[in-house]
T-cell receptor, first 114, second 109 residues
């Protein structure tokens, strides 16, 4: 069974451009989470999607947005890129079955803003 | 952003030694997860804890869900070089999972 897959693996953009990152959850998982991990730092919660709806978002500006498609895959969009947006962006999925929920991560997209 | 306090931040240990790390929060959690992350990769789930006081093992790893529900502990016994990496705790809270600041483990052969 395939795990969480993310694309692209690496993305290089210049300041002011837009970036689109994609995530396919584990088959059967309906919840998708996005986290930002700056170099050497911990994971900062960005967005949570479940059943196609945005359920919660972290303390990030509105230029970070996303969506979840009917097949539960998800897209993260970052507009007006800034240098400090350079980070590893991690997607995770879960079955959404609280309380015995587990979060499984993809390998991430390394975004570099020049 | 919101993060859990993890300690120690980093540690060097000799191969064969036991390792202990912990994670604390000001909030109560109903679930604790422990992950290991290698450079440039996503975190890999090690252990999941769902009940206060629960003690769960996965090979040489043992984790405990604190009685107060505000902390969790991870122990690694007889460390080996491949244990090197960053260990993260995560607690299930209002924002869904909140992650710890990480413990960077380096094992000296």
């Amino acid at each position: 069974e395939a795990g969480v897959t993310q694309s692209p693996t690496h993305l290089i953009k210049t300041r002011g451009q837009q970036a689109t990152l994609r995530c396919s959850p584990i088959s059967g998982h309906t919840s998708v989470y996005w986290y930002q991990q700056a170099l050497g730092l911990g994971l900062q919660f960005l967005l949570w999607y479940d059943e196609g709806e945005e359920r919660n978002r972290g303390n990030f500006p509105p230029r970070f947005s996303g969506r979840q498609f009917p097949n539960y895959s998800s897209e993260l969009n970052v507009n007006a890129l800034e240098l400090e947006d350079s980070a590893l962006y991690l997607c995770a999925s879960s079955s959404g079955q609280v309380p015995n929920e587990k979060l499984f991560f993809g390998s991430g997209t390394q975004l570099s803003v020049l | 952003g919101q993060q859990l306090n993890q300690s120690p931040q980093s540690m060097f240990i000799q191969e064969g030694e036991d390792v202990s790390m912990n994670c604390t929060s000001s909030s109560i959690f109903n679930t604790w997860l422990w992950y290991k992350q290698d450079p440039g990769e996503g975190p890999v789930l090690l252990i999941a804890l769902y009940k206060a006081g629960e003690l769960t093992s996965n090979g040489r790893l043992t984790a405990q869900f604190g009685i107060t529900r505000k902390d969790s502990f991870l122990n690694i016994s007889a460390s080996i070089p491949s244990d090197v990496g960053i260990y993260f705790c995560a607690g299930l809270g209002a924002y869904k999972y909140i992650f710890g600041t990480g413990t960077r483990l380096k094992v000296l052969a």
